[in-house]
């Protein structure tokens, strides 16, 4: 580019910028509103984000805030690396001719009514002296409060350009201080809750393991804005982003006291290479402001998840006997025909068979071979699956299966045959984890390789009932045969891929549920249960370290999409704890049924009973977190129906201490002024009801202000009531 050139350029830019008009975006919620309004410069900055405002006339005290920010650390919407920008972007680019700057100035935005509750805003930016264009969409749940973001980039450059930064969202806080809550863990210990102080700096949380991403930390947070966050009062933002794959947000603290927070696709590893003309669309981050604590919030995202982004959210879910801990890799026909009566002797929807099902070559008698090759063990299941979809039936439960589709083990007919479509390095000795590698979902073969496994399943059996789809690796060994010099796409075209087999699923199945398993809560995103009806909160099933993972990811995710299950994990822990625990959730069962005593045989029968009673509160009420097992030895969880005339609360006590004192369990959500009988259900055969509470009728006033006496001093102790308005 000439000098001279470049002079008429930024002549001409000078000129724009001196004649350019002045635009006020808002972005609202009933509840909460973003104002958006562009510079003299032509850029777009974010002035307001918090409340609502009750008088719009207000909303002009806040413009000339503006003008007092120097250009460095304006509170820019979408701020790209290169130029004045002092602090992290959301956007970096380089381009055809090695420049790596670039300057997003306002060209025009759109408002569309998506449906009465809902609204879009789309405003388009661009660069005056390269061919980018970036699109901001902002979509607003009115009543819901949740607003999600997300961006688009495109570019007219002669040749493909590389963008290394792609944000989904930036959003600016003005607070005295802030208090970050991370969701971290591992394998089997998931979501652990930890609140840290937010400082000058950035702090990062992020994941770098592609198809397993949450292993070690969910894709989730909360902030406290001023205060750490409190669950029934206090500010606080609460996000997630829509992607099942490697993401990042950044918490920056400025000199002057600003946090800022990028949300989005992690970047690491993955420069992108976009081609002209192509659109490169970042996840939907979604996020909810609250002035009245994490509560308040998590309700909003339940509502929303249910009536927008589960799927089948409004939906029945189905109860099932699962034979894993019963039979792990030994079973054949007869076995299993076994079980199918013990589901229905439970009262059970259905019976789901787990991993060991597959493969000839190479049995799958065990994790070290047959992965990838999806034909019925012979010498197992000599009839194959329709004969088990139809022993099922005629025992009078539905039938569902475990796949791991995404993956391979080294030992099978699959990786023999086509090597070609692995995540491999051609170069290094190879790392296996669990014994297995990783499908390239990038390449379109190895796509409809994928959507045939359930394809298969679904023609040979119409009936079947449900899928739990797993994933138990991460991306390791990363290298994409089928991208070759373009290595930087892998992360981005996996997930990519992975969503087109999913919609291919869901637009030929659309009524199958299935369940998002990835080793326990390896997968646990939106955008991910978009196709799914619930997912695995994790491996371990100990009630005790249920209770506090259900705790973690009910932060962001209803009840009904959290799959959770009785097992034979925690031998000091009675069946009736153990199914409380499960109750919360979309409850299942994996256990030896014939080795429970019959008492205990009994009170299962009868636990399914009362949850199919109780279950559409459960599903579609507001959930309030009472008691938090983070805070001493109790913990109890209430959730209120959507016509508020039932409630249902669950208290634990889990290891009490001798001589503590305990205070009453004050309800929430329940209408002051009605009457509401209160009835202890759940129990063992023989047990009788705390008589102290049992049949009586309390005031709502009275429930949420005395509250009750509930916990007590017994280790792993529960107690499971129904509160009714009394008629």
């Known amino acids: 580019m000439t000098k001279k050139l470049v002079s008429i350029l930024l002549f001409l830019v000078a000129i724009a910028h001196a004649t350019v008009r002045s635009e006020t975006i808002h972005i609202a919620t009933n509840e909460t509103e973003i104002v958006l309004q562009t510079a003299q410069n032509g850029r777009l900055y974010q002035l307001y984000l918090g409340p609502r405002l009750s008088a719009a006339a207000d909303y002009n005290h806040l413009l000339p805030k503006l003008k007092s920010k120097s250009d460095g650390q304006a509170w820019e919407a979408y701020p790209v690396s290169g130029t004045e920008t002092y602090f992290e972007p959301a956007f970096g680019i380089r381009h055809n001719d090695g420049n790596q700057a670039t300057v997003l100035t306002y060209v025009s935005h759109t408002v569309k009514q998506v449906s009465p509750d809902v609204t879009e805003t789309v405003i388009s930016l661009k660069d005056v002296v390269y061919p980018v264009q970036v699109k901001l969409y902002y979509r607003t749940f009115a009543k819901d409060n949740i607003i999600e973001s997300w961006s688009e980039i495109s570019h007219n450059e002669k040749k493909p350009v590389n963008i290394n930064r792609y944000a989904s969202s930036m959003l600016y806080w003005k607070r005295n201080r802030y208090f970050l809550t991370e969701f971290s863990g591992d394998w089997a210990k998931e979501v652990n809750m930890s609140t840290v102080p937010l400082n000058f700096g950035k702090k990062v949380v992020d994941s770098k393991l592609g198809a397993r991403a949450n292993m070690l930390v969910s894709p989730f947070f909360t902030v406290g804005l001023g205060e750490t966050p409190r669950e029934h009062d206090g500010e606080v933002l609460m996000g997630t982003l829509g992607w099942t794959g490697n993401f990042r947000f950044t918490f920056e603290v400025d000199n002057e006291n600003n946090l800022r927070v990028v949300s989005g696709i992690n970047p690491d590893a993955s420069d992108y290479t976009l081609d002209p003309g192509k659109v490169f669309t970042t996840p939907a981050f979604i996020f909810t402001y609250s002035n009245k604590g994490t509560g308040k919030g998590s309700r909003d995202l339940h509502r929303w998840a249910r009536n927008y982004q589960l799927k089948d959210g409004k939906g029945d879910r189905l109860t099932l006997l699962n034979n894993w801990e019963a039979t792990y890799f030994d079973f054949n026909e007869q076995k299993l025909n076994g079980l199918f009566a013990e589901a229905k002797f439970l009262g059970v929807d259905m019976f789901l068979l787990d991993d060991g099902w597959f493969a000839n070559k190479y049995p799958r008698q065990s994790d070290t071979q047959g992965l990838g090759d999806w034909q019925p063990t012979t010498s197992k299941l000599p009839n194959g699956i329709p004969a088990l979809v139809k022993g099922a039936t005629d025992a009078g439960v539905k039938f569902g299966i475990w796949i791991e589709p995404e993956m391979v083990n080294p030992k099978s007919e699959l990786f023999e045959k086509h090597p070609d479509w692995v995540i491999l390095l051609p170069n290094r000795e190879h790392y296996y984890f669990r014994n297995q590698l990783v499908l390239d979902l990038s390449n379109p073969a190895v796509q409809d390789h994928v959507f045939n496994v359930v394809d298969h399943l679904m023609t040979e059996n119409p009936t079947l009932a449900y899928m739990k789809w797993d994933c138990n690796s991460p991306i390791t060994n990363i290298y994409s045969p089928y991208l070759k010099d373009r290595q930087g796409n892998l992360y981005v075209d996996y997930v990519r891929g992975l969503y087109k087999v999913l919609d291919r699923i869901k637009a030929k199945y659309p009524n199958l549920p299935m369940m998002l398993c990835s080793g326990g809560g390896g997968r646990t995103d939106y955008e991910g249960l978009r196709y799914f009806t619930e997912f695995w909160c994790s491996d371990n099933t100990d009630p005790i370290e249920r209770l506090y993972i259900q705790w ?66 459960i599903f579609n009420g507001e959930q309030y977190r009472l008691v938090s097992p983070y805070e001493g030895n109790h913990t109890a969880t209430m959730y209120v129906s959507e016509s508020g005339k039932q409630a249902v609360l669950y208290t634990y006590d889990i290891h009490p201490r001798y001589s503590e004192v305990v205070l009453p369990v004050k309800c929430q959500g329940l209408n002051p002024t009605a009457s509401y009988r209160v009835k202890e259900v759940n129990l063992m055969p023989g047990k009788n009801p705390d008589e102290a509470v049992n049949g009586k009728v309390y005031s709502g006033d009275y429930l949420m202000k005395v509250g009750l006496d509930l916990f007590t001093s017994t280790k792993l102790h529960s107690r499971v009531l129904e509160i009714e308005v009394a008629e």
């Open 552 to 617: 973690g990811y009910s932060q962001f995710f209803p009840a009904k999409s959290m799959a959770a299950h009785v097992t034979s994990w925690n031998h000091d822990a009675g069946i009736k704890f153990k199914v409380d625990v499960a109750m919360q959730c979309k409850l299942g069962f994996d256990i030896n049924v014939k080795g429970l005593r019959e008492e205990e045989q009994t009170f299962c029968q009868s636990a399914v009973a009362t949850y199919n009673k109780l279950k559409n509160t």
